[in-house]
Structures are given as C-alpha cells and as structure tokens.
C-alpha cells in the first residue's frame, strides 16, 4: 500500500506552537460562551449565549481591548472546520430514515427551488441597489475631489 | 464489542473520514470529492456497515456539536476585519441581508404548501438557508427538529453551490456584490466556499451576509414564528 503523503498529516496537525495558541484561545471563547450563556439564562432573553458573545467579542476588538491576534488563530480554526462540527447532526438522519422514504422528493424539489428562487431574487436586488450606492458613492467622491481641487486653485491663486 | 469502543471508533472514523476528503479535494478539486458532500455520505456509509447503534456514534462525537457555540462568537473575527466593505457598502448590505433572509424563509414556507409534508419537517425547513450554528438554535422557534435542519442546511449549501454559476450567467449577473451576497445569502458556508473560488472580495462579501443573515434569523426567529 501507498503510505499517505505528509501533506496529509499537515492538513490535519497544526505546527506545534500554533497549536498551542489555538488551545488556549479556544479555552477563552468556550468561557465567554459560558458566562454569556449565564448571562442570558438570568435575564432570561430570547437570544442565544453565542450570539450575545459573538456581539461582544466584535466590542471587544472595535475598542481594541482584545487585540485581532488574540483571538485569530483559534477563531480561523474554528471557521475553517466548521463542516466536521456539523456531521454528527447530519449523521442523526438516519433516525428519522422515515422521513427520507417517504417525503424524499418532495425535500428535494423544495430545497432545490427554495434555493434557486433565494439566489436569483437576492443576486438581482442586489445588483440594483449596488448600482444606486455605488453612485451616491461616486458622487460623494467626485464633490470631495472637487472641494479638493477648488481649494488647491485659490492657493496656487493666491501664490501668483 | 463495547459500548465505548464503538463510541471511540465513531469519533475517530468521524475525524478521520473528515480530513481524508479534505486532503482529497485539495489535491482534486472535482466536485464528488467536496468534503460537503463526500464527508457525511462516508460516515453515514460507515455507521451503517459497521452497524453502530446511533446512542453509541453521538457518546462521544456530540462533543464535536459543542464546538458550534465557540464557532458562532468566532464569527466576531471576520466582522471586525472586513469592517471597511460594511462602512462602503452599508446599504447594499443590509437590503441583500434582508432580501436574502426573506426570500430563504418564504420561499420555504411557500413551497411546504405546495409539497405536504409532516409538520415538523416543514418546520426544519424555514431556517434551512442559514449557516448550521445560527440555523440549529433559529429552528427551535419555530417547532423544528435542529438535526433535521442540519441536514437540510447541508442539502441547501450543496444546492447551492452547484447551481450558482449557470444562474448568474443565465440571469446576467456580474457585480462582485451581487455575486457575493446571493450565495452567503441563499447558500451559507458552502455558498461562501463557492464564492471564494470565484474571486476573494466575493468570497469576503459572502461571508459576511452569511455572518448577518444568521445573526439576523436567531434573533428574529421567535418574531417570525408568531407571523408564520
């Protein structure tokens, strides 16, 4: 048998000290997820723990109390691996086997059209309000570039 | 064998089957190898061939499921860095965001009307256009079952990410923003992994709609429930 490539290994290991700092940067964002969540729990609002942490967290580095490097290898790896988080849920499926035999075609064709109707109609309102802002955009920076300009002629007046 | 030797191979099949189709992509980018779509198939094949009690697969890779909640607050990292495509393009944004969030739920809810289906399916449907954190907590509101959602958001991405590019062409979209919005909006994580390869400000522009939409159907999740 072919031994596997290092490649690999290198998709799945990070380099040591890199791990490292993913470890304890994942310690920090599992105790925000707790004290939000206890947090949450004792006001008793509707939001989730992780979405109130989530908010936070962007305070956090918008006041730059946690610096971007603080918190960015951990969160990239969290991101990265998103999908693996997710398959044992999908996995459960084959509890509710029922489901699929009976209403499998019918997932199918409103999962396919859902998305397909989503994309169209999203992708052609957004291409008509990108053209409207990016012309108050446009105009906003020619009248800056004007203001510019008419200020730079008075002084090159002024110098003559 | 065991209760708990089953578990630890379950865990371990489940990681391992997972970094395999990843390798295998990156080394071919054909569209059967896509850890979206190869990745659970392969796992779910296994459970079955094996003949692991489903109790026994979730003893120990529900812990994976955990690692959900730490994911949703690390979408703070992205936000904070594509700060400057917010501040420029504020209102394309939120009306794409909003577009996409009601669009992804109605046209769900429509459809169930047309196709009958058992009620908690239908339910499982409306958050389905969402990223799987954001989507799995959304889904109690409105009286789905999260596993059930999971698989349909996964269905969704995958959906996506076939169809995206004929449709553009098809409906003659070109703007970046457009491109960008659309998939995060309609197509979450995988539509964004699509926009990535179509161009790098697509893939960022995806990703945040992605980020704001979810946000957006949490929080409003319990609203819309009490209209729909």
Known sequence: MRTLPSSFFHSMFLKKHVFFYCLM?????????WLCNQVVAFLHWHIPGSVLGLGILVLLLLTHVVPERAIQAGSSWLLGE????????VVSILKYQVFIRDDGWMIAGTVVLGTLSALIVT????DRVYTLEKG???RR??????RENGKNSIGAQNHV | MSDTLLACLSFAATIGFYYLTKWAYRRKKVFFLAPILLAPLAIIGFVLLVGIPLDDYFLYTHFLVMMLGPATIAFAVPIYQQRSIIKRYPLTLLIGVITGLMMGMLSSWALVHIFPMPPELANSMLSRSVSTPFAMQATVS???IPDLTAMLVLMTGIVGMVICEPVFRYIGIRTTLAKGIALGAASHGAGTAKAREIGSEEGVIASLTMIFAGIAMVIGAPLFALVI
Request: glycine share 10%; charged share 5%.
């Open chain 1, 25 to 33: 940067q994942l310690m920090a964002l599992c105790g925000l997820l």
């Open chain 1, 82 to 89: 998103l999908l693996l988080f997710f398959i044992p849920p």
């Open chain 1, 123 to 126: 992708a052609w309102v957004v």
């Open chain 1, 136 to 138: 108050i955009n446009d």
């Open chain 1, 141 to 146: 920076l020619a009248r800056a570039s004007h």
């Open chain 2, 142 to 144: 409105f009286g789905g």
